[in-house]
Each structure stands twice: as C-alpha cells, then as structure tokens.
C-alpha cells in the first residue's frame, strides 16, 4: 500500500512541476497585444490556470503525505 501511495505522490509532485514549468513558459511568452474583450492577456489566463493547477497538485500531495504518514505511524 505504500508503495502505492509514494507512486501517487510522485505522480502529484511531478503534476505540480510541470503545471509550474507551463505557467513560467506562459509568462516568458507575454505578449501585452494579445489583449481580450475584457483587456486580459492570454498569457495572464493561461497563468492563472496554471497557478490553480499547480496549487491543487501540490494539496494533492500534501495530503497523500498525510496519508502515508498516519500508516506508517499506524504499522509501529
């Protein structure tokens, strides 16, 4: 079961990553003229996207740590 667990955690660790990689790609490629109806960039959209994202695999994997840890704490 752990070793489940590790696996998902990587997996989650690995999600906020790449969610942190695409959002700094994001804001490297601003281009202030690509500007919407409601005067927002592309660019700010997609990084707020990414920013979410990236918060949400990161609690994802907070909370696997938790998990794993009260099993293990459990198994002594």
Request: aromatic share 6%; no cysteine.
């Amino acid at each position: 079961m752990s070793y489940i667990l590790i696996l998902m955690i990587l997996a989650a660790a690995g999600a906020a990553v790449f969610a942190l990689a695409r959002g700094l790609i994001a804001f490297a490629n601003m281009k202030p003229d690509d500007v919407d109806a409601d005067g927002i960039t592309a660019s700010h959209k997609k990084q707020n996207e990414m920013m979410f994202a990236r918060v949400k695999y990161q609690a994802i994997a907070i909370v696997l740590v938790v998990v794993l840890l009260v099993l293990a704490g459990g198994q002594s």
